[in-house]
């Protein structure tokens, strides 16, 4: 983690020299700016499954956890309520 912390760091420090030296030089792109988007690659992504195991004890709506893992909202009963742990675990029983 630390690694990517650096990494981060110093991503941002050179799109913010970029953006403040380089890019006003070309003619029409003055107010354009480089913003990087770590989530394209996969050895940038958080990692998916820690997500879901910290989330899963948290009391958050199953449209709240799609949210953050960044899925599509889905409009079904009962997504939008918080489920406790032993619900989860009947309901999986289930499927």
């Known amino acids: 983690m630390l690694f990517l912390t650096i990494l981060y760091r110093d991503l941002n420090l050179l799109a913010e020299g970029l953006n403040k030296e380089f890019i006003p030089l070309f003619k029409g792109y003055e107010k354009a700016e480089i ?3 770590y ?4 050895e940038m992504q958080e990692d998916v499954l820690a997500l879901v195991t910290a989330y899963s004890k948290a009391p958050v709506t199953p449209n709240e956890l799609r949210i953050i893992l960044e899925f599509e909202r889905l409009d079904i009963d009962g997504m939008d309520t918080v489920l406790l742990m032993e619900i989860k675990s009947e309901l999986m029983k289930l499927d």
Not at 39 to 42: C, D, F, G, T, Y
């Open 39 to 42: 989530k394209e690659l996969p």
């Open 35 to 37: 913003d990087w988007d």
